[in-house]
T-cell receptor, first 110, second 117 residues
Framework: SQKIEQNSEALNIQEGKTATLTCNYTNYSPAYLQWYRQDPGRGPVFLLLIRENEKEKRKERLKVTFDTTLKQSLFHITASQPADSATYLCALPSDYKLSFGAGTTVTVRA | DTAVSQTPKYLVTQMGNDKSIKCEQNLGHDTMYWYKQDSKKFLKIMFSYNNKELIINETVPNRFSPKSPDKAHLNLHINSLELGDSAVYFC????????????????FGSGTRLTVV
């Protein structure tokens, strides 16, 4: 069966450090992968899409990698700030729908 | 200017009741979705509609009935509510037939927290 696993439920880091989140998947052959941010009481907000032929993508302090051999995506938040505290979700397409991982909650301490 | 708006934001109701959640998007997107997020924060797709046509029905009990009067609206009606229906329901929209490959991803509403007592 298809699975999307995000490395841990929670990640606590010091302000200024880099947060690295992992998304592993099985039984998917995705042409791309997406990352979303969700704040408490809000809907997910789209951050980045990375395609299978792109090894790395950046947006401001965010960097995403995509390794289709390892079946893994890494999501980095560099120079983290308390405002980055949120839950981050990866999402994969299959059968005309987008399926989400359970998310990793990041808390950045000042 | 809210892109995807859902009403109500909170809904508390008794078991056995029937309730509806409304969703509207003003983005001109072709496809709309309902997702359910349970207490473990796991987001699971329920339905998707493209231009008023049902595309996905993900093994959802037939007590749940989506209705799309036009491509800007997708409502969710739930009959005979059960305790296990308590969750946050998100409406979303996207470009194209199902829009997953768009560089803009899905746009979600802020959710409807349904509590069945």
């Amino acid at each position: 069966s298809q699975k999307i696993e995000q490395n841990s439920e929670a990640l606590n880091i010091q302000e200024g450090k880099t947060a690295t989140l992992t998304c592993n998947y099985t039984n998917y052959s995705p042409a791309y992968l997406q990352w979303y941010r969700q704040d408490p009481g809000r809907g997910p907000v789209f951050l980045l899409l990375i395609r299978e032929n792109e090894k790395e993508k950046r947006k401001e302090r965010l960097k995403v990698t995509f390794d289709t051999t390892l079946k893994q995506s890494l999501f980095h938040i560099t120079a983290s700030q308390p405002a980055d505290s949120a839950t981050y979700l990866c999402a994969l397409p299959s059968d005309y729908k987008l399926s989400f991982g359970a998310g990793t909650t990041v808390t950045v301490r000042a | 200017d809210t892109a995807v708006s859902q009403t109500p934001k909170y809904l508390v109701t008794q078991m056995g009741n029937d309730k509806s959640i409304k969703c509207e998007q003003n983005l001109g997107h072709d496809t709309m979705y309902w997702y359910k997020q349970d207490s473990k924060k796991f987001l699971k797709i329920m339905f998707s509609y493209n231009n008023k046509e049902l595309i996905i029905n993900e093994t959802v009990p037939n007590r749940f009935s989506p209705k799309s009067p036009d491509k800007a609206h997708l409502n969710l009606h739930i009959n005979s509510l059960e305790l296990g229906d308590s969750a946050v329901y998100f409406c979303a929209s996207s470009q194209g037939s199902w829009g997953g490959s768009s560089n803009y991803g899905y746009t979600f509403g802020s959710g409807t927290r349904l509590t069945v007592v």
